[in-house]
């Protein structure tokens, strides 16, 4: 089986999408000639051409109004914004637009559009490159997110939203574009809205997204040292949201800490927790615990940035404060 | 008439039709301003008096098969493309009958298959998918033109600026349908532009500018034909300026404290396009009146359509959200 990176993962579900369907296009800033400001797209101008493999200017909310227009037509445009902090220039234009062609037409319209884009703390671009804000987009209807933390499920996801009918946000952590697994050739589509169990446990379970997936599976074992017993589970999707992986994981364990990069105020966590009370709350013997980032912009100085980002012991903290 | 046997210019039964058009949707106005303050539509309604030639002329001079975005003055626009009356009264009225099958309202009607791609509530929120639209032609290689409405108020927001260059970049075959009528909301143009004449915000990018008097049906349509096969052709995009005027408040309701009452009235007189077309072509009150007798029955009896649609269920609301 090869062996791919998360950034080889990614580029290979956009080329292999284009090799089967010529509605399958990219569009962003310096994606051509340069592969995108991560590499994500490196080589593929030379495969699809400058036509497929489509620079655009720095004009955010044209090129993601750009791809509604084209999927309203029909194709499955992937939009690449080069940092998730850019999301927000084009905000009116993926909430109010792609996100309600189809509730506004009376469910006449389609908008297959995919929005790639990457971010997150760990190499001190500061408070404009490094910031995480999936969860803003949880929150409008008619978007979908997905929030891959491996190669093999940026693969199967990635081929799955292309694919999907709706508009879909994929997130991209920067520092896991170089982690390898080996997969098969063959790509696999993983469905939207399936959570993933990394790693079975019994006293806690730790929700996780991102780079915080390999955070808690990190700690995990220095838990399991300790006598405590932790299951990471991944959503993968935070929208929709695999609710009965959720549940049947807390069932089980009785305990969760959520766990992701972004602020913890108003953070997916928060949705995580809300609804492990809803659905499970006879279950839980402790409180749930968060770990998030604190309520600040991301820092430049490494020293402050290192502080304000949660980390594997952060987690393992957590962990501990369920079953004390 | 000597007028109509120019060269390129309308049969004079085309000009009647347009007229017959033009007046449909001045009656549809008058009547949805009468429902309105009767307490029977809901939400911010606004209507297209004094712009009915733009939407006339564009529409009339479209293919099947092209596509257009509308803005929230979209009565006009979605009239003249074809939509019937019923389904555009019941879209007001909330009813499943309407265009947008309830989901929408004024701001937001759609009728896809005849390429409206939805009225826009947000200003300039429509022209990035119409220049997208028009790309998805253009790798295609269909024949089809992707048309944005807009009015003076958009050029001065960043999804025009952006679309207007990503659509001069590429190529594609879009055209950009300025309605100027001078006034965004109660903004005068003079306070939102430092320059007079907005299609040097086209000409900046290197787009074809064509214009038009928007009160004069018959040099809208010819405009519109010309950049619609400039489009087609392969020519790039246009921008399309078109001079008209907005004969009442920008929405229903609208006391427009802010407008000079003489000037408007002026206006009324003497740049009403329904008027202007009627004298153009010398139409008798006897066949006016009939023409009018035949929309206003159109008119009332979407009024009776709509109402006696159906009504959503309060839980179809969570239905169309996904595909």
């Known amino acids: 089986m090869p062996e791919l990176s998360y950034r080889e993962a990614v580029r290979d579900a956009l080329s292999q999408a284009m090799r089967q369907d010529d509605g399958v296009f990219v569009m962003g800033e310096d994606i051509a000639e340069m592969g995108g400001s991560m590499g994500v797209t490196a080589g593929m101008l030379d495969e699809f051409g400058p036509e497929r493999i489509r620079n655009t200017p720095i004009s955010e909310m044209a090129i993601v109004g750009a791809g509604i227009g084209a999927a309203m037509q029909g194709m499955r445009p992937v939009v690449e914004v080069m940092y998730e902090d850019f999301l927000t220039v084009s905000m009116e234009q993926i909430v109010n637009q792609a996100a309600k062609h189809r509730y506004m037409s009376g469910g006449q319209l389609k908008v297959p559009l995919t929005i790639r884009t990457q971010g997150g703390a760990g190499w001190s671009p500061g408070a404009q490159h490094a910031q995480q804000v999936e969860a803003w987009f949880v929150h409008v209807p008619g978007l979908k997110v997905v929030f891959a933390s491996t190669p093999a499920d940026v693969r199967g996801l990635l081929w799955s939203a292309i694919y999907d009918d709706n508009p879909v946000v994929c997130f991209e952590h920067r520092t896991l574009y170089g982690l390898k697994e080996e997969m098969p050739e063959q790509l696999e589509a993983i469905p939207i809205g399936q959570g993933r169990v990394h790693r079975e446990g019994s006293d806690v379970t730790v929700v996780a997204t991102g780079r915080l997936v390999h955070e808690a599976l990190q700690v995990a074992e220095q838990a399991d040292s300790e006598g405590v017993s932790v299951e990471v589970w991944d959503p993968r999707t935070l929208q929709p949201l695999d609710v009965d992986g959720l549940v049947a994981s807390v069932k089980k364990t009785n305990r969760v800490v959520v766990a992701h990069e972004a602020v913890t105020r108003g953070g997916f966590g928060a949705e995580i927790t809300a609804v492990v009370q809803e659905e499970a709350f006879d279950w839980l013997d402790a409180p749930v615990e968060r770990v998030g980032a604190r309520f600040a912009p991301i820092p430049f100085a490494p020293v402050m940035e290192n502080y304000v980002v949660p980390h594997a012991d952060n987690v393992l903290e957590a962990i501990r404060k369920t079953v004390s | ?323």
């Not at chain 2, 055209?175 to 006034?183: A, G, K, P, R, S």
């Open chain 2, 1 to 323: 008439m000597a007028k109509v046997e120019r060269k390129g210019t309308l049969s004079e039964q085309r000009l009647r039709t347009f007229l017959r058009e033009m007046l449909l949707i001045r009656r549809f106005e008058e009547k949805v301003e009468e429902r309105f303050r009767a307490g029977e539509l809901p939400g911010f309604l606004h209507v297209a008096i004094g712009q009915e030639g733009v939407a006339v002329g564009v529409c009339q001079a479209m293919d099947d098969g092209d596509v257009f975005a509308s803005t929230h003055r979209a009565h006009g626009h979605t009239l003249a493309r074809g939509t019937h009356p019923n389904a555009v009264m019941a879209e007001l009225y909330g009813k499943l009958e309407g265009c947008s099958h309830g989901y929408g309202g004024s701001m937001h009607l759609y009728d896809v298959e005849r390429g409206n791609l939805g009225a826009n509530a947000v200003v300039g929120g429509g022209l990035p998918a119409i220049t997208g639209a028009a790309l998805a032609f253009k790798l295609r290689q269909e024949p089809r033109v992707a048309v944005a409405f807009f009015g003076d108020g958009a050029t001065n927001i960043g999804t025009f600026h952006e679309s207007l260059n990503l659509a001069q970049l590429w190529q594609v075959p879009a055209v950009f349908v300025l309605e100027d009528n001078h006034w965004a909301e109660s903004t005068p143009e003079l306070q939102h532009s430092p320059i007079r004449d907005l299609s040097k915000r086209a000409e900046a990018f290197g787009m074809r500018v064509m214009k038009a008097d928007g009160q004069d049906v018959e040099e809208v349509h010819r405009v519109a034909q010309r950049a619609l096969k400039h489009a087609r052709d392969g020519k790039g995009p246009v921008f399309m300026h078109v001079q008209t005027e907005r004969l009442v408040g920008h929405y229903i309701g609208d006391p427009q404290v802010y407008r000079d009452k003489e000037q408007l009235r002026e206006l009324q007189e003497t740049r009403d396009p329904v008027t202007l077309l009627r004298e153009k072509l010398g139409v008798s009150d006897e066949e006016f009146d009939e023409a009018d007798r035949e929309v206003q029955e159109l008119v009332d009896a979407s009024v009776a359509f709509a109402k006696a649609g159906t009504d959503p269920k309060p839980e179809d609301a969570l239905k169309n959200i996904y595909a």
